[in-house]
């Protein structure tokens, strides 16, 4: 980026080291280019003495304008839990690695002087990095989540854009945190590359407490980590991991997320699976029902087959929101399809919609859908669970 292009990535964290481990009294003040504050609006802080202690969010690097204030889901379930989660608000003219990792240090130090026993760093892209940058310091950490960490651009618009897998591998080497998990995504053009892989030799050499997710199958994108359907894989895992006592705890998740969970789905009122004739074809009789998924991008789908003829289909196609501030982007639509025995497919190709929809039933039960985008051709493409 920018305002690294004349430094090397040793005297960047060189840099860093010196301001997180300098007294307090010899460090410059970098409160005025940021602001901690409540993560959630609708959700007040506990304060140290009575939340499981407190989570510090870290946004991704705006280039021209302020970020946008939203939080990912995946710390959701930490909030929900009892921990009180903040984020830092950096200012976008003054977001420098240097100025916000001594920001970032700050306020950590800030929490831990307020009782706040436990802290978490945790951030995307830019923040990812911060927060692995401030807990090389000497300022106890508890954990460190950091999705797709990035700090020097991508091939197309920095010359030292591979900085982002060797200065990785120097603080990992540097990494003082009681655990640590690290998030890889496929299709992320900040990504050098092979990074998941050398990752995972260092935390093992210096038995670092944590995990490398690298690639986690079905999801891709630098910005993949914000969405709904991410948090629906790792929330969990990631808050269990944080909260044991387990002074070796194991990174795992598995398991697909409950019927229950999958409430907050924009439906129409009278959304249920209703009927089937006696002369359905088979295979589409195998498709009635509730089926849920989630593209690569991170969004969420349900498919509810409501009614089912010989070879026609009612349907409702619903979609989540790709990430929190884009919320208002969640909405359904009813779908009228046909049935073809020969390939098995149940299409969705009414003329008046702006996208095709297709359904066909996988050997191992699950359904292959495509979504195709009616006058670009984009698609995008899903392996949904049945769900009822």
């Not at 939340?51 to 930490?78: C, F, N, Q």
Request: proline share 7%; net charge neutral; with cysteine.
């Amino acid at each position: 980026m920018p305002a690294f292009a004349g430094m090397t990535i040793c005297l960047l964290l060189a840099a860093l080291f010196v301001f997180v481990t300098a007294p307090a009294a010899a460090q410059t003040p970098a409160s005025a280019q940021t602001e901690l504050l409540p993560g959630y609006a609708d959700h007040p802080l506990r304060g140290p003495a009575a939340a499981k202690g407190a989570v510090i969010y870290s946004h991704g690097l705006e280039r021209s304008a302020e970020a946008t204030p939203e939080m990912p889901y995946v710390l959701d379930p930490l909030r929900d839990s009892g921990w009180d989660v903040f984020r830092l608000q950096r200012r976008w003219a003054a977001d420098t690695l240097p100025s916000s990792a001594g920001a970032l240090y700050e306020v950590l130090r800030k929490l831990r002087g307020e009782g706040y026993d436990k802290v978490v760093l945790a951030g995307q892209s830019f923040g990812g990095w911060i927060s692995l940058a401030v807990a090389t310091g000497r300022e106890p950490v508890h954990a460190v989540v950091a999705l797709a960490p990035a700090a020097f651009g991508t091939p197309a618009d920095s010359p030292i854009w591979t900085h982002n897998a060797d200065g990785l591998y120097e603080m990992a080497e540097a990494l003082n945190a009681a655990r640590t998990v690290v998030f890889l995504f496929d299709g992320d053009d900040y990504d050098p590359g092979e990074r998941g892989e050398k990752l995972r030799e260092i935390f093992a050499r210096r038995d670092v407490v944590g995990a490398v997710v690298d690639r986690p199958v079905g999801l891709a994108g630098h910005g993949v980590g914000l969405s709904r359907g991410f948090a629906r894989r790792f929330g969990d895992c990631l808050r269990d991991f944080i909260e044991t006592t387990s002074p070796s705890p194991r990174f795992v998740c598995g398991g697909e997320p409950p019927v229950a969970a999958l409430n907050d789905f924009t439906l129409p009122p009278d959304a249920r699976v209703r009927q089937t004739t006696t002369d359905t074809e088979p295979g589409l009789r195998a498709i009635l029902g509730r089926w849920y998924g989630v593209y690569p991008n991170g969004r969420e789908v349900l498919l509810i087959v409501t009614e089912v003829g010989r070879d026609r289909a009612r349907a409702i196609y619903s979609f989540g929101p790709l990430s929190r501030h884009q919320e208002n982007q969640s909405a359904y639509t009813p779908r009228r399809g046909e049935y073809s025995p020969a390939s098995g497919t149940l299409a969705f190709t009414e003329p008046q919609a702006s996208s095709k929809l297709e359904a066909r039933l996988a050997p191992d039960g699950r359904l292959d859908f495509t979504w195709t985008h009616r006058q670009s051709g984009a698609q995008l493409k899903a392996r949904l669970r049945k769900v009822e």
